[in-house]
Each structure stands twice: as C-alpha cells, then as structure tokens.
C-alpha cells in the first residue's frame, strides 16, 4: 500500500518558467493538502482539495499559484512564471476525511529551485 | 491571530540524557495537538494526536503530553537514531497550524 506519492523529487526552473508539482494521496484518501517549508521555518498551508473541488485555498498567494485535484489523475500545484522567492519544499499530505484528527499521511516533498 | 510556538529551536543531548522539547499554543478552538518527526529530506511522518488536557500517549521512548497552553514530547534516554526534526501542529476549526520545529540531535 504505496503512502502519498510526490512527483518529481527535485525540479529546477528559471526564473518565469513554468513548475507542476504532482501529488498521488495514499489510497483510499480523497483529502489532500498542500503545504510550503522554507529552510528553519515550518510548514505552511496553502490549500486543501477533494476531488474536483477545492476546499479551502487561504494559504495560496493571490497570484501565479493554483490547484487541482481531478476526478481522474493526482493533484496537481502548479506555479507559473515562478520567481526566485517561490524556491522551497512543497509537501503534500492526504487524510481518509475532512481535516482528519487522525494526522496527515504526508509525501516526501518536491524542492523546487529557481535559478 | 492562531499562534504555535516550539522551543528549543535545536537541542542537543548525549545517548542516554533525558529531555523535553515544548509546543506552546494560542488558538481558537483546539480540535487535536499533533507532533511529528521529520528526518533531513523527507516528508513528516506523524507520531500523535492529543485531544484534551491531561492526555498522555507514548511511542517508544516517546512521551507526549498536553495542557491548555501547551504541550510537551519527552524524550527518555534517547538514541542517535531519534536525531531528527519534532513538529508540533494544532488543529482548529480552520486548519492545522504547524510550529517551525525543534531539530534534536542525539550523539553517542
């Protein structure tokens, strides 16, 4: 039973390209999470989906950034015209329901590096 | 505003030296306190969920503890392997709140 699946590990981008993050949940999850972790700080929320719908996405600048979990496919993070502030590791997680109290299944994390 | 403060941001302790890492918490409607260990290049991987003051659970040579203001990992007679970044996350009614961490080592 494969845990939360994070695609690619490493990816580096210039500055204006475009980054898409891929997020598998564990099975049976169909709650994802998406969050930020600069060096020394914690993690930070950004958005959190179901399939189709996004739920809550306080976390998530206004501009570039977006999300999508599709009925069919993983979640996708994608950060257009990325800038060097936007380097970091985005992690997701998933649950089997809504904010579980049971804690977050999380993957390994995409680090992005923009050059 | 929701806040999650741990302390120390990094601790280091022989095998074998007993210690405690702290959560300290102000939110507005706790629904559960978890810590977590994050290992250098990896995604956290949870340890435990407190519910209530007074609530106890321990893993190991892990103990975690939690009051109104603040919770507690105790860390008895530790190891080089528990050498690892603990976070501490509240859940409110709006999201989960993660602290920035305390990065323990343990060296031998």
């Known amino acids: 039973n494969a845990g939360v699946m994070q695609n690619p590990r490493h990816l580096v981008r210039r500055r204006g390209q475009e980054a898409r993050l891929r997020c598998s949940p564990m099975k049976g999850h169909s709650h994802v999470y998406w969050y930020r972790q600069l060096p020394e700080e914690g993690l930070k929320f950004m958005v959190y989906l179901q399939k189709e719908n996004i739920i809550d996405e306080s976390g998530m600048p206004k501009e570039r950034f977006s999300a999508e979990f599709p009925k069919e496919g993983p979640s996708i993070l994608r950060i257009q015209q990325v800038v060097r502030g936007d380097s970091a590791a985005y992690f997701c997680a998933s649950s089997p329901r809504d904010r579980a109290l049971t804690g977050y299944t999380f993957g390994s994390g995409t680090r992005l590096t923009v050059v | 505003e929701d806040q999650v403060t741990q302390s120390p941001e990094a601790l280091r302790l022989q095998e074998g030296e007993s210690s405690s890492l702290n959560c300290s918490y102000t939110?507005?409607?706790?629904?559960?306190l978890f810590w977590y260990r994050q290992d250098p290049g990896k995604g956290p991987e949870f340890l435990f969920t407190l519910y209530s003051a007074g609530e106890e659970k321990e893993k190991e040579r892990l103990k975690a503890t939690l009051t109104k203001k603040e919770s507690f990992l105790h860390i008895t007679a530790p190891k080089p392997e528990d050498s690892a970044t603990y976070l501490c996350a509240v859940h409110t009614n709006n999201d989960m709140r993660f602290g920035a961490g305390t990065r323990l080592t343990v060296k031998p």
């Open positions: 939110v507005s409607g706790l629904r559960g």
